[in-house]
């Protein structure tokens, strides 16, 4: 079983639509947690880092639930900008980080 | 501030040759990580460096594979008789404490013929 899990899409949305990620993580003793973008053939960039109490910038909503092992991500009000894939990261106690293969989203005009 | 550098951006090398990849990380961020990216695929852990610390090189995928940190700053990995499935984006990130958020420099593609 896969570290992280990710819906590999793609998801393909018009132009302000809202659109949600998950992601499911397998460790239980997982301490960080992650979004990043990737555009193509690019390298990733952080987008925001996950809280246990949710935490939000600007359009993007992210939320861990640690009962259920999985972290959201929420998009509103989509821009043709914001298409990329985009990865979530658990990091256990160790020191390894495990990326999901990513999320393919795609705004439509 | 200056980000994660990498080089050379790109390299194509010859089955059998022996390369050296660069990773110049962050001013300050102690821990350091190599990873590669497979067209279409995720990200593969490669190794961790951590001040100066051992490395955890439990990601490299044979002992072909090799990498250093000098000074608890720069590193080089180094990938010796190249293969062809060892081309592959190989991504260096850096972040300033361990599990903290960790930033990706370019990366280099490299092409074995």
């Known amino acids: 079983r896969k570290e992280v899990e990710q819906d590999p899409g793609p998801f393909n949305v018009p132009e302000g639509a809202t659109v949600a990620f998950n992601c499911t993580y397998s460790?239980?003793?997982?301490?960080?947690f992650f979004w990043y973008r990737q555009d193509c053939r690019k390298e990733p960039k952080l987008l925001m880092s996950?809280?246990?109490s949710g935490n939000e910038d600007g359009r993007f909503t992210a939320q861990l639930n640690r009962a259920s092992q999985y972290i959201s991500l929420l998009i509103r009000d989509s821009k043709l900008s914001d298409s990329a894939t985009y990865l979530c990261v658990a990091s256990n106690t160790g020191n390894q980080f495990y990326f999901g293969t990513g999320t393919s989203l795609t705004v439509i005009p | 501030g200056a980000g994660v550098s990498q080089s050379p951006s790109n390299k194509v090398t010859e089955k059998g040759k022996d390369v050296e990849l660069r990773c110049d990380p962050i001013s300050g961020h102690t821990a350091l990580y190599w990873y590669r990216q497979s067209l279409g695929q995720g990200l593969e852990f490669l190794i961790y460096?951590?001040?100066?610390?051992?490395?955890?090189k439990s990601g490299l995928p044979s002992d072909r594979f090799s990498a250093e940190r000098t000074g608890g700053s720069v590193s080089t990995l180094t990938i010796q008789r190249t293969q062809q499935e060892d081309s592959a984006v190989y991504l260096c990130a850096s972040s300033r404490v361990t599990w903290g958020e960790q930033y990706f420099g370019p990366g280099t593609r490299l092409t074995v013929t």
């Open positions: 996950v809280y246990s």
């Open positions: 460096f951590q001040g100066n610390s051992a490395p955890d």
């Open positions: 460790n239980s003793a997982s301490q960080s």
